[in-house]
């Protein structure tokens, strides 16, 4: 899809835009909007869009000036006016200068904007064929390959042996690669957290999303033959730099300064946050191999605790998955919170991007997945139509956000569950008494307190309830009371007398009273029977 920047002072305009439907159609997606003629230039400066829509009167840095600054600075940008009717005499100036073609904003529809695009589409086209002859002539005079020398720094920053001497060679061999540096450095970005944001993906989706990443450093970064970037694996880019200036510490500046726009364009363009990290300045390309192990081990200390801890590639313990899914059913967040605060707790001398944590974490999302397949409602929807979305992921750099993310992700999982559960035939208010019931039968929850929370009359929801659940309200609850402790019992995880706690009975013998009411055993006889293969426990419906 081809970029489209709009930039225009009058915020209706950018909406107008961008509701129309014919973006699709056109090949074309709206990349960012700018509401003035600096703010427009900075955003080009770090990403630069195929198209620019640009508004003839604005303030300050009019669309004459901005169309001629642009064509000059970016000519493979093709821009396009948004004119009024007394603008003409200005878009007239700007197509000499080089603007495609311009829209009118009181006849702005889809038809004149598909009509637009296509012209400047051609107009792309023909550039890039023009760019691939310049290519070939390029090549034929021996210029160096761009996918070689990529390869070459990605196996130097793999660590393959002879890699460093390898480039060497390379760059001898190839006129104009690095020609006249004096100074190389090393740095290494890595995309957090990468493995969670592509779980879901395909490996066409995952390598289309790192190929965008690399063109967009590689553009911000200019000539492939004086600084080149390449992807390395699971989220890692390498970059080398070469400088002609024989000042270490100005070479070391630069390096600092343009990784602080690469991160910033990242996040600002295709919505991954990243670390990255520098190695030393060093005076050949042989020496790039430790400036690359400087950077690794300086990346992979970021958000680490003070006294470090080794990627041990650690996952949940059985006991922890147990102990989560068994949450999961009895509906209980308190328990998912306690759990997930437990487990990040072991991950907080990692950096997020360590396989440890990822793994980990990948394992909570699983299980969060297996609880919602066995739902009813997975049988018309995935769990990403209802969940947050794992999207977000790319925004996320530190440990506490990723935690933070997982609770919400849990909260928003139980909350459908409980929903899943309430729904059918019952009305609104009978349903809000069983949420109220399946959130509160732990601490304990009276009709009178139901009925004040919904805003009825106890005696008119106890009727309701009972006509349409055939069950009183202390029924229903002793009910799923009881569910919940068969859940636990199951779990071999408590004894009997935690377990009537835990679920909401005030002492022990009502419980063993209410359990053999509805089921015809004692939890001691449902006990022995499981490990009999007998169980007969009766689940609320």
Request: contains cysteine; negative net charge.
């Amino acid at each position: 899809m081809l970029q489209v920047l709009i930039i225009d002072d009058e915020p209706l305009v950018h909406r107008d835009l961008s509701t129309l439907t014919a973006w699709n159609e056109s090949g074309c997606e709206l990349c960012g909007e700018a509401y003035s003629g600096a703010m427009a230039l900075e955003m080009i400066e770090r990403f630069p869009p195929h198209i620019a829509i640009i508004d003839v009167n604005m303030p300050g840095m009019n669309g004459v000036e901005l169309n001629r600054t642009i064509r000059g600075r970016f000519p493979a940008i093709q821009t396009i006016m948004l004119s009024s009717y007394d603008d003409y005499d200005y878009v007239r100036e700007c197509l000499n200068d080089g603007a495609i073609d311009y829209l009118l904003k009181h006849r702005l529809d889809e038809a004149s904007l598909l009509a637009v695009l296509d012209k400047a589409l051609l107009a792309i086209r023909q550039e890039d064929r023009n760019a691939v002859h310049r290519a070939d002539d390029e090549a034929s005079a021996g210029r160096m390959n761009a996918a070689e020398i990529r390869e070459h720094i990605a196996d130097l920053a793999r660590g393959k042996p002879e890699a460093a001497n390898d480039l060497s060679r390379y760059a001898s061999r190839e006129n104009g690669l690095y020609h006249g540096a004096v100074r190389y450095a090393a740095a290494i970005v890595q995309i957090t957290p990468f493995l969670l944001l592509t779980e879901t993906y395909s490996d066409r989706q995952t390598n289309k999303l790192m190929q965008q990443a690399v063109e967009m450093i590689q553009q911000s970064l200019g000539e492939v033959q004086e600084r080149t970037v390449a992807y390395v694996e699971e989220g890692r880019l390498a970059i080398v730099f070469s400088f002609k200036d024989r000042s270490e510490h100005a070479a070391a500046s630069e390096a600092s300064r343009q990784m602080i726009k690469l991160r910033h364009s990242l996040e600002m363009f295709l919505n991954l946050k990243s670390i990255y990290a520098v190695g030393h300045i060093c005076g050949s390309l042989t020496q790039l191999v430790s400036s690359f192990d400087a950077a690794v081990r300086d990346l992979d200390r970021i958000g680490v605790g003070s006294a470090g801890a080794p990627d041990g590639h650690e996952s949940l313990t059985i006991e922890e998955q147990k102990k989560l899914l068994l949450a999961i059913e009895r509906l209980d967040r308190d328990a998912v919170v306690r759990l997930i605060a437990e487990v990040f707790v072991k991950l907080h001398n990692l950096p997020i991007h360590s396989q440890s944590v990822q793994k980990v974490v990948s394992e909570l999302l699983q299980i969060g997945d297996k609880a919602w397949k066995k739902s009813p409602a997975a049988l018309a929807t995935t769990v990403t139509d209802r969940l947050p979305s794992r999207t977000d992921l790319g925004r996320i750099e530190q440990l506490g956000e990723l935690e933070k993310w997982i609770n919400i992700y849990y909260a928003s999982l139980l909350q459908q569950l409980k929903q899943q559960r309430v729904s059918g035939t019952h009305s609104r208010h009978v349903s809000q008494a069983i949420q109220l019931i399946l959130e509160h039968y732990r601490n304990g929850i009276t009709l009178e307190q139901a009925a004040g929370e919904i805003g009825l009359h106890p005696s008119y929801l106890s009727r309701i309830f009972k006509e349409e659940v055939q069950a009183t309200f202390s029924e229903y609850l002793n009910k799923v009371r009881i569910a919940a402790a068969c859940k636990l019992l199951e779990s071999g995880q408590y004894s009997i007398k935690e377990i009537s706690g835990q679920v909401g009975f005030a002492t022990h013998n009502y419980f063993f009273k209410v359990f053999k009411e509805l089921n015809g055993i004692t939890p001691h006889a449902y006990v022995t029977s499981l490990t009999q293969g007998s169980s007969t426990v009766k689940y609320v419906e």
